[in-house]
């Protein structure tokens, strides 16, 4: 798939079963720096997720969450700052505007609103965010793939 923020690999485990897609748009200032900490620490954590780097959750638009989906991902999460701490004072405020705004949308379109993920990981919070990604997964794999059965895109 042409312009798809996923690679173009199949997310198969070594028995040929399926595992779910994610990706994952960290704040450069909290979550990301949180799973660097988490890398860090060698916490052992879910390879299912392709993270990309913002530089705050609030830049992540609903457009952006969409078309991760229609690109292949079976789930999206939006990891931010906790309230009160966002560098830019109120982006995060805006990215849970719009999560809510696109979990919304999604379950007009009969898509499980539970495919998006909206969470606050501060800088030290390493564990955080592993757990986290860990329940997201584990998540997608009780709804299964996204599209179709074979786990293509929407």
């Known amino acids: ?8 690999h199949n997310f198969q485990d070594r028995e040929g079963s399926w595992n779910p897609k994610v990706v994952a748009f960290c704040c450069n200032w909290c979550a990301y720096a949180g799973a660097d900490l988490a890398g ?3 916490r052992q954590c879910s390879t299912n997720v392709r993270i990309v780097r913002v530089m705050c959750s609030g830049r992540v638009s609903p457009g952006m969450i969409l078309r991760a989906l229609i690109s292949g991902a079976d789930g ?8 009160g701490d ?23 379109a009969g898509i499980e609103p539970s495919r998006v993920l ?6 030290s ?14 998540n ?15």
């Open 86 to 108: 966002c560098h830019y004072r109120g982006g995060n405020f805006h990215a849970q505007n719009r999560v809510t705004m696109v979990k919304e949308l999604l379950a007009l």
């Open 118 to 123: 909206l969470r606050w990981v501060s800088a």
């Open 76 to 83: 999206v999460m939006v990891l931010g700052c906790h309230p």
């Open 125 to 138: 919070e390493g564990d955080l965010f592993v757990q986290t990604v860990n329940d997201f997964v584990a």
């Open 140 to 154: 997608l794999h009780r709804l299964g793939p996204l599209g179709g059965s074979d786990g293509s895109a929407v």
């Open 40 to 42: 860090m620490t060698r």
């Open 1 to 8: 798939m042409e312009n798809s923020p996923l690679p173009s």
